[in-house]
Structure formats: structure tokens, C-alpha cells
């Protein structure tokens, strides 16, 4: 079956730009996880969301935002860019968001920030 | 807060070599832990996974990994590490209480001399 699918792969903007990723999870998986990955800081939670619900977030500003829709697709947004918002954003889903359930993950946006 | 600690961040080895990479978590009750893998250009795999019973996982490509809850550790092993097997490594933990979040260690760089 097809994986998690992120698009676009590729991003470039400018400072105090906004942008919206998308993450397809896996068909029949609920749950939709977003990161952040950077070469200092490794992969940073941002959200979790189930049922169109976050369930969980993490300790980043209200720039960052997300949501679920009904079909399970999510996207996130990051409102007025900065620089240190360069990084590659990975989405990953599982079934049911449950702690035994592995993660899947996609490729990832990358996102520059000019 | 959980948190994992992957103390090794770049390892050197030669083909044929045996590899251990460590991995500490904080979180004193029940863990589900998972080992990662990030190939080069490529997403992150799940290599393997402990939820409860045997403390000594396999996963795929000849990887294992013992749980020593006494040592709140999940070290990844492997008797003899091909040069395909250059990538990053990032250990996980999340734990069954509540709805916590998948944490991630700060990954290891892996790289094979052939």
C-alpha cells in the first residue's frame, strides 16, 4: 500500500511569509504526527492529531498551527516565517495513535527560509 | 518530561565490525521503545520495536536490541555492520501513560568504511 505522502517536497520562502504542508497518511490510519528536523536539534515534536482532534502538542510558538480533516489528511501551517524555521518537517501516521504503534513516515518537506 | 539520550553522535567503523549504539530513556514506568533508521535521501524506517516480554528484539537487516530496564537502556546492536548500513540512527521512547508524545533521541551517524 502506499506510504505517507508530504507534499510539496520542496519549499522556499521569504521572511514573514506563511506557508501550508500536507501529509496523505496511510489508507486506514487515524493518526498523523508532524516534526520538525534539524541538523542541532534532531526531531522535534510539534503535533499529533486523531479524528480530526490534536491530541498532543509540543513546545513550539502559535506560528505553528495544524489540522486534520475527516479523510485523515492534515496540514500544517507556520504563519510569519523566520529563518530558524528552515528545517525538514516530517509527518508520520499509525493506526490509532496508540503508544505500541509504530510510526510511519513520509520523505518530508524541506522548507528554506530566504 | 521523557527524554532519550543517544550519546554517541557519529560513529566510525569498518565493514565487518561490530556495532553497539547506546540509548537512554528517563521515563520510569511503562516504555514502548523503537530503534530508527534514516538511510541516506531516504524517510525514517522502523528497524525494531520493544513493547513488553523477551528484552532481546530482532528487527529487519540483522539488528537487535536489549531492553535493561535497570539501566533504563535500549542499545542497538549488530555482530556485523555492512557498508549499506551507513546512515543515522535514532532511538525512541514513548510511554503508556496518557496520551504522550513519541520522543526521539538526537540521532547517531553511522558510517561504514568499506
Known amino acids: 500500500k502506499a506510504g505517507v505522502t508530504q507534499t510539496p517536497r520542496y519549499l522556499i520562502k521569504t521572511r514573514g511569509q506563511q506557508v501550508t504542508l500536507s501529509c496523505s497518511p496511510i489508507?486506514?490510519?487515524?493518526?498523523v504526527s508532524w516534526y520538525q528536523q534539524t541538523p542541532g536539534q534532531g526531531l522535534q515534536f510539534l503535533f499529533e492529531y486523531f479524528s480530526e482532534t490534536q491530541r498532543n502538542k509540543g513546545n513550539f510558538p502559535g506560528r505553528f498551527s495544524g489540522r486534520q480533516f475527516s479523510n485523515s489528511r492534515s496540514e500544517m501551517n507556520v504563519s510569519t516565517l523566520e529563518l530558524g524555521d528552515s528545517a525538514l518537517y516530517l509527518c508520520?501516521?499509525?493506526?490509532?495513535?496508540?503508544?505500541?504503534?509504530?510510526?510511519?513516515f513520509g520523505d518530508g518537506t524541506r522548507l528554506s527560509i530566504l | 518530561a521523557q527524554s532519550v539520550s543517544q550519546h554517541n553522535h557519529h560513529v566510525i567503523l569498518s565493514e565487518a565490525a561490530s556495532l553497539e549504539l547506546g540509548c537512554n530513556y528517563s521515563y520510569g514506568g511503562t516504555v514502548n521503545l523503537f530503534w530508527y533508521v534514516q538511510y541516506p535521501g531516504q524517510h525514517l524506517q522502523l528497524l525494531l520495536k520493544y513493547f513488553s516480554g523477551d528484552p532481546l528484539v530482532k528487527g529487519i537487516k540483522g539488528f537487535e536490541a536489549e531492553f535493561i530496564k535497570s539501566k533504563f537502556s535500549f542499545n542497538l546492536r549488530k555482530p556485523s555492520v555492512q557498508w549499506s548500513d551507513t546512515a543515522e540512527y535514532f532511538c525512541a521512547s514513548r510511554s503508556n501513560f496518557g496520551n504522550e508524545k513519541l520522543t526521539f533521541g538526537t540521532g547517531t551517524r553511522l558510517t561504514i568504511i568499506p
Open positions: 508520520a501516521s499509525s493506526l490509532a495513535g496508540r503508544s505500541n504503534q509504530p510510526q510511519h
Open positions: 489508507s486506514g490510519h487515524r493518526s
